[in-house]
């Protein structure tokens, strides 16, 4: 079945970096785009990011345009997000999701690797 | 940016019942429209997409509606597992935008 495994998340100070990873399973990955979206704590669902099946075409939320970047390795399954730039309100658990392919809705969803920012 | 506002944020409802959630597009998204609920401590999951279809394995108690600007999703007979957050989200332009959520109580 599919599975999306998320990692790289941790605690980093406002203005640095972090890079998260997300291990799919269980499709034909290098078939689908797939998105980021993120829950800051107690909060509702902010989508992030989106990066086509091959990486041709990239999309952001305004609010991360300029600091974040989406990418891909199709040979090995796994979805990217650098975040440069970190912001106290960046902080939010992040998910990869799956591209529904027909429509631009998510149609599975990893675990979420919390990423907090903080001095 | 597509502005997405559901209503209300909160719904009392008591099991048995049926229970009606809005979604307003600030623009027209055609039928570009999913939703999703998420249970506590969950992941949130796809119930509906293009405004009215069902997606896998999802029961039949869940319907959703509308088109342009105006969406519902109805949840018949509510069971225990369906008291959770619920919320819209657009596709039709990017960036893609969810709303605020609705959150189901008993």
């Known amino acids: 079945q599919v599975q999306l495994v998320e990692s790289g998340g941790g605690v980093v100070q406002p203005g640095g970096s972090l890079r998260l990873s997300c291990a799919a399973s269980g499709f034909t990955f290098s078939h689908y785009g797939m998105h980021w979206v993120r829950q800051a704590p107690g909060r509702g669902l902010e989508w992030v990011a989106f990066i086509r099946y091959n990486g041709s075409d990239k999309y952001y939320a305004d609010s991360v345009t300029g600091r974040f970047t989406v990418s891909r390795d199709n040979s090995k399954d796994t979805l990217f997000l650098q975040m440069n730039s970190l912001r106290a309100e960046d902080t939010a658990v992040y998910y990869c999701a799956k591209d529904a392919a027909t429509t631009r809705s998510f149609d599975y969803w990893g675990q979420g690797t919390l990423v907090t920012v903080s001095s | 940016e597509v502005l997405m506002t559901q209503s209300p944020a909160t719904l009392s409802v008591s099991p048995g019942e049926s229970a009606t959630l809005s979604c307003r597009a600030s623009?027209?998204?055609?039928?570009?429209l999913a939703w999703y609920h998420q249970r506590p401590g969950q992941v949130p999951r796809l119930l509906i997409y293009?405004?009215?279809t069902r997606a896998t394995g999802v029961p039949a108690r869940f319907s959703g509606s509308g088109s342009g600007t105006e969406f519902t999703l109805t949840i018949s007979s509510l069971q225990s597992e369906d008291f959770a957050v619920y919320y819209c989200?657009?596709?039709?332009?990017?960036?893609?935008?969810f709303g605020g959520g609705t959150k189901v109580e008993i």
């Open positions: 293009a405004a009215s």
């Open positions: 989200q657009q596709y039709n332009l990017w960036p893609l935008t």
């Open positions: 623009q027209s998204v055609n039928s570009n």
